[in-house]
């Protein structure tokens, strides 16, 4: 009985932790199915993070704060887009500026909206939707916050979108061979723009559950190197919108289990263990070599001559 | 009639000098913005940013303090863009300096400068190429993307320094998760009294000459040159490409590493977690807008270590929140970035 009532916390803990790792895992699938690699992303989820929270808490709803947040990753793709698709210049280097850009604003915008107070502001978080009744053993599991409900429907609908419908052709073609797709009459500005920018607003709804569902309130190691984790899982997922859900699943459990284990009172170098997705990556990397389903076309800037 | 026309063609070399220059007022328009949203006057907060530093001693001497670490990243940084790798890791190698950097000097008791400094030196710069090693061999000998490994090297050595500090190098007595003091030995010299002025910033400008003069005026730097240039183009020449590139980044990697040693030996005297906080994403900013050159990675060394200072000044005079340092800092990058992509148009006057 008590391990079951430890699994099914665990299982509840592994599908919070998941949340922003498969938004912004998916958001990044975007950027790079189209060629572009938006090292943006750890900025971007501490934008979504702090617009969600700061519009919330201004205007009371919690629906008007996550539209920003939105709204605010769709703008922050649509810069990186100006830079590595308009500009050409070197997507890393563009990538990491946005991260800075976006995360130094927010901190400045924070201390501007909120002051310097002792007290961290909060706001009345979004609610936990209650699917069975809290006294059924399986209550923890299916009683999740909506976003992450959505965050797993999303799964099977970015696949689709990106290998059944023609935009998601389209994305793809202009991953793989941006000349061919060009000859072939696409326009792969406007294609690899729309998908930074739809990658943008998913990855700052990733940071906005952290504020807005999870904790709400905003600290500003809220993000903490998960944009860096979904830079890693979506090499571990080979690029394919499916295996997101494992690799999201596998870290937030690793994740879970040693928060657990730690409460349980024992004495474990997490420290060592929060590497662990990293290394695995790296790990990744060397086994599958040039063999991975990177897309063709990632990391070259196309111009048109 | 005299028409004009663009098109795409090397710019003249002057423009090089020119673009980033150009970067420093488009940067402080765009940025006035927001300092007017705070309801303060961008003509006052940027005095306070780029004068008011200058003006004092106190503040004027900080700001070559700031630089130090920042010139050995942005060398770092350069260093390895000139060669054609894209070392994304100097944060995470400047960590590693200054971990292995306090091991040298927690070891090392009881030993006169004339070692311990040396020590220090040679451990930051060990710990910083031992850090660069798997991407640079993964990348040179399977074709790894580097960008991606360097960028994670960076999260796992955070997490190492968080396990070495909350566990065997805990404070016993204290219990604050920073590590012991090192050992006097092992104390880089200040160069002004009273002041954080240290022997790193000497360091720092011996670094740079040593990479200006290998870059432009000995063989190996031709050919990192070459293969920055193009790695086809380098390889048909009959270089070795990826012998080349394995010492660009290991090189890169040891003089990041070397930033880490200076602010262990030289500021903080012990490691905390806290010791870089951005100075390798910095490094970044600097050798773009430096150009890639190591004297404009200087110049913008030391222009990045007033912003940061300025920051400081701007936020205790007009109360402006300090993190408007880190926005123009930010945006500088992208617009000078941005810029550069003039370099490649030249206008022609047609008859």
């Known amino acids: 009985m008590e391990f079951t009532l430890f699994l099914v916390g665990l299982i509840a803990a592994t599908l919070r932790v998941a949340t922003p790792l498969i938004y912004g895992t998916l958001g990044e699938l975007f950027s790079e199915r189209s060629g572009v690699l938006n090292l943006g992303i750890e900025g971007t989820m501490f934008l979504g993070a702090f617009v969600g929270f700061a519009a919330a808490s201004l205007s009371g709803s919690l629906w008007i704060g996550l539209l920003a947040a ?14 590595s698709v308009r500009f050409g210049v070197n997507q890393h280097v563009a990538g990491l500026g946005i991260t800075l850009l976006t995360t130094g604003l927010s ?49 099977p609908v970015v696949w689709w ?3 059944k419908t023609r935009f998601g052709l389209q994305i793809r073609a202009v991953g793989e061979n941006p000349e061919a797709a060009d000859a072939a009459g696409l326009n792969v500005y406007a294609i690899r723009t729309s998908a930074l920018a739809i990658g943008g607003a998913l990855m700052a709804v990733g940071g906005a559950f952290l504020t807005m569902a999870q904790l709400g309130s905003f600290t500003f190691g809220i993000i903490a190197g998960r944009g860096w984790v979904c830079i890693a899982l979506i090499i571990f997922a080979n690029w394919k919108a499916v295996n997101v859900l494992w ?29 662990l997705p990293y290394v695995v990556t790296i790990i990744a990397l060397t086994i599958a070599g040039r063999n991975s389903s990177a897309p063709s076309a990632l990391l070259k800037p196309y111009r048109r001559e | 009639m005299t028409k004009y026309r663009i098109e795409r063609a090397p710019a003249p070399g002057w423009m090089r000098i020119l673009i980033p220059l150009l970067a420093i007022p488009v940067t402080f328009l765009l940025t006035s913005v927001i300092i007017l949203l705070d309801g303060a006057n961008p003509f006052t907060a940027y005095y306070h940013f780029l004068v008011s530093p200058l003006a004092g001693r106190v503040s004027a001497i900080e700001v070559f303090v700031k ?60 710990g910083g190429l ?16 580097e960008v991606v490994t360097t960028l994670l090297m960076n999260s796992i050595v955070l997490n190492v320094t968080s396990f070495l500090l909350n566990g065997p190098w805990r404070n016993p007595v204290s219990m604050w998760p920073q590590s012991p003091e090192i050992s006097a030995g092992t104390v880089f010299p200040q160069l002004i009294p009273r002041s954080r002025l240290h022997f790193g910033i000497i360091i720092a400008v011996i670094v740079i000459l040593i990479i200006w003069f290998v870059i432009s005026r000995t063989s190996f730097g031709l050919k990192m040159r070459a293969i920055g240039l193009s790695k086809e183009g380098a390889r048909f020449a009959g270089i070795k490409v990826n012998k080349t590139m394995l010492i660009v980044a290991l090189v890169s990697g040891g003089i990041a590493g070397l930033a880490g040693a200076g602010e262990v030996a030289g500021i903080h005297f012990h490691l905390i977690d806290a010791i870089s906080d951005g100075l390798g994403y910095s490094g970044i900013t600097i050798a ?24 400081q000044t701007v936020s205790r005079v007009l109360g402006v929140p300090v993190y408007l340092g880190d926005v123009v800092q930010s945006t500088l990058l992208l617009v000078t970035l941005s810029l550069f992509v003039l370099q490649n148009f030249r206008i022609r006057r047609v008859n």
Do not use: C
């Not at chain 1, 939105?70 to 830079?83: H, N, P, R, S």
């Not at chain 2, 031992?130 to 993307?145: E, H, T």
């Not at chain 2, 150009?291 to 920051?311: E, K, Q, R, W, Y």
């Open chain 2, 67 to 126: 630089s130090t670490p920042l010139l050995l990243t942005g060398a770092a940084v350069a260093f390895a863009f000139k060669g054609g790798y894209w070392n994304i890791g100097a944060e995470g190698q400047l960590y590693a300096g200054a971990i292995a950097a306090t091991f040298v000097g927690t070891v090392l008791l009881d030993v006169p400068p004339i070692i311990g400094i040396p020590a220090m030196i040679i451990g930051g710069f060990a």
């Open chain 2, 130 to 145: 031992l850090w660069a090693l798997p991407s640079a061999i993964l990348k040179v000998k399977l074709g790894v993307d």
């Open chain 1, 161 to 163: 979108i990106i290998n």
């Open chain 1, 70 to 83: 939105i709204i605010a990753g769709l703008l922050a793709g649509l810069l990186m887009a100006l830079l």
């Open chain 2, 288 to 311: 773009t807008l430096g150009g890639l050159h190591p004297l404009g990675v200087g110049i913008s060394a030391l222009f990045i270590g007033l912003i940061d200072t300025g920051a």
């Open chain 1, 107 to 155: 901190l400045y915008a924070f201390r501007v909206i909120f002051g310097e107070s002792k007290v961290p502001p909060s706001i009345e978080s979004f609610p936990m939707l209650s699917i069975l009744p809290e006294t059924h053993i399986l209550a923890p599991i299916t009683n999740q916050y909506l976003l992450t409900f959505i965050g797993l429907a999303l799964i």
């Open chain 1, 247 to 275: 690799g999201a699943l596998i870290f937030g459990g690793v994740q879970a289990l040693q928060l657990r284990l730690q409460t349980l009172g024992f004495k474990l170098p997490y420290e060592l263990f929060l590497s």
